[in-house]
C-alpha cells in the first residue's frame, strides 16, 4: 500500500526567505514518482515540480527544489526566495509506475498550508 | 502543459436530484482519468478510476451506485452524483492522465456541488 505523510498542517515564512515542506512516504512499489502541486484559495491543483524513484539528481524548477533521500524515503519541496504569492496549500503526491503501460492512481498527503508575511 | 476542463466550476441543486460534472481533455487523449473529492480544509480523497470503454474502479467506501462515472470517450469522463445530499457538498476535482510512460496528471478546475 501507498501512503505520503505531511506533518506540517501550517507553516508561516517571511517574504524572500526559504522554507522547507515536509513530506515522507511509503510504498512497496519498485519504481514511483513523487509530486508536489500547489492549490490557492480558488482550487485549482497547480504542478510544481516532479521526482523520479531512479532520478539520479533532485529535480529543481525555478525557485522550486526537491529533496529527495530515497534511503530515508522523504522528498521535501524547497521553496526559495519566497514571495507574497506562494501562499497556498500545499500537496505532496506518489504514485506507483508502471512501465508496461498501466496507469496508477496519485495518492495525496494531508497538505500544508503556507503563509507567507510580509 | 496539457488542458484539463471541468465543468461547471460551481453548481447549486436540491436535495434529491442529480447533478453531473463533465472532465474533458482539450489537448490530448486521456486514458485514464481520476475523481477526487475534497473536503475544506483536506485532502484530496480519489474516489475512483476510470478507463476509457471500461468500467470505473472505486475506491473502498465509495458508493458506486451513487456516484456515477462514465468515461465513453478517450477525451470525456462524467461524475454524476445521484439523489444528492446535503453532505455530499464538496469540491470534485477531476485529472486525468495519457497513460502508458506519461508520469504527470493534469487537473481541471474543480467542481464545488452545494445541496440544500
Known amino acids: 500500500a501507498q501512503k505520503i505523510t505531511q506533518t506540517q498542517p501550517g507553516m508561516f515564512v517571511q517574504e524572500k526567505e526559504a522554507v522547507t515542506l515536509d513530506c515522507t512516504y511509503d510504498?512497496?512499489?519498485?519504481?514511483?514518482?513523487l509530486f508536489w502541486y500547489k492549490q490557492p484559495s480558488s482550487g485549482e491543483m497547480i504542478f510544481l515540480i516532479y521526482q523520479g524513484s531512479y532520478d539520479q539528481q533532485n529535480a529543481t524548477e525555478g525557485r522550486y527544489s526537491l529533496n529527495f533521500q530515497k534511503a530515508r524515503k522523504s522528498a521535501n519541496l524547497v521553496i526559495s526566495a519566497s514571495q507574497l504569492g506562494d501562499s497556498a496549500m500545499y500537496f505532496c503526491a506518489m504514485r506507483g509506475l508502471n512501465y508496461g503501460g498501466a496507469t496508477n492512481k496519485l495518492i495525496f498527503g494531508t497538505g500544508t498550508l503556507l503563509a507567507v508575511q510580509p | 502543459g496539457a488542458v484539463v476542463s471541468q465543468h461547471p466550476s460551481w453548481v447549486i441543486c436540491k436535495s434529491g436530484t442529480s447533478v453531473k460534472i463533465e472532465c474533458r481533455s482539450l489537448d490530448f487523449q486521456a486514458t485514464t482519468m481520476f475523481w477526487y473529492r475534497q473536503f475544506p480544509k483536506q485532502s484530496l480523497m480519489l474516489m475512483a478510476t476510470?478507463?476509457?470503454?471500461?468500467?470505473?474502479?472505486?475506491e473502498q467506501g465509495v458508493e458506486k451506485d451513487k456516484f456515477l462515472i462514465n468515461h465513453a470517450s478517450l477525451t470525456l469522463s462524467t461524475l454524476t452524483v445521484t439523489s444528492a445530499h446535503p453532505e455530499d457538498s464538496s469540491f470534485y476535482i477531476c485529472s486525468a492522465t495519457e497513460g502508458g510512460q506519461s508520469t504527470e496528471a493534469f487537473f481541471g478546475q474543480g467542481t464545488r456541488l452545494t445541496v440544500v
Open positions: 510504498t512497496s512499489d519498485p519504481s514511483y514518482g
Open positions: 476510470s478507463n476509457e470503454g471500461s468500467k470505473a474502479t472505486y
